[in-house]
């Protein structure tokens, strides 16, 4: 049921001019105030003493077409959910494919599935950072291996909006590290495997977010069990380690 809601999803939102929560009838400055409004918000909020039980997050993932910004590798695509605690909002997700008109290497169309056509139909970088932000506000980020998405966000935030990337991400290997420290899992591939995640399709953003949210879902019950309340709890205690 929920990888048919997801495929019905897919559908209706990978292509240019679908919005989710698409703010691109604002004016220019509007767009500015938005982000500005954005930043500072995420400066003031202070998610370390948030109860576990209570904090939204936004699990994401990206489909790239390599590991290097910075040597012109690009955004294809951005999948995400939210969540409130361990709970998963399947009714809250986002996805997006991404405008681009350069020559895709083969391994990537087979490894994620787009295709060039579907590329090209889809919306700009600039808009669809500026939905994604909308979608995520002020929430805290979390995703898996989270320094490939970092270095990514914080590329294309400045090189299409102009603005530095404010927001946290957690990686998940943060809560696996304080509720199963001997595991030897690395990969989402391995993780899912250990947690009994069904990923569905793999290499595809919004798959692939579903797939960690529920990872994450796992540990923080677990996280909660071992007494800690807060993401401070987790760090002080990660922090205490050999």
Not at 2 to 21: E, H, P, T
């Amino acid at each position: 049921m929920v990888m048919n809601q997801m495929l019905k999803f897919i559908k209706q939102m990978s292509g240019y001019g679908n919005d989710v929560a698409s703010i691109s009838n604002q004016t220019d400055a509007g767009k500015i105030a938005y982000m500005r409004n954005l930043q500072r918000e995420l400066k003031k909020k202070d998610v370390l003493n948030i109860p576990f039980s209570q904090l939204p997050i936004v699990v994401f993932d990206i489909e790239t077409t390599g590991f290097y910004p910075y040597n012109g590798d690009r955004i294809l695509s951005i999948g995400a959910i939210k969540m409130i605690g361990s709970e998963v909002q399947k009714e809250q997700m986002f996805y997006k494919t991404i405008y681009n008109n350069s020559p895709i290497a083969e391994e990537i169309k087979t490894l994620t599935g787009l295709t060039a056509n579907e590329l090209h139909q889809a919306a700009p970088l600039e808009e669809v950072l500026r939905q994604f932000f909308q979608f995520v506000g002020s929430d805290t980020l979390v995703a898996h291996h989270s320094s490939h998405e970092k270095q990514f966000m914080k590329h294309a935030s400045w090189t299409a909006l102009k603005t530095s990337f404010q927001h946290r991400i957690i990686d998940t290997a943060f809560l696996t590290k304080v509720v199963a420290p001997e595991a030897q899992q690395v990969t989402l591939d391995e993780w899912c495997e250990y947690y009994k995640v069904d990923i569905g399709r793999r290499h595809h953003a919004l798959y692939d977010a579903v797939a960690t949210a529920k990872i994450w879902s796992e540990c923080v019950k677990k996280v909660e069990k071992m007494g800690f309340e807060n993401l401070k709890d987790a760090y002080t205690h990660i922090a205490s380690l050999p």
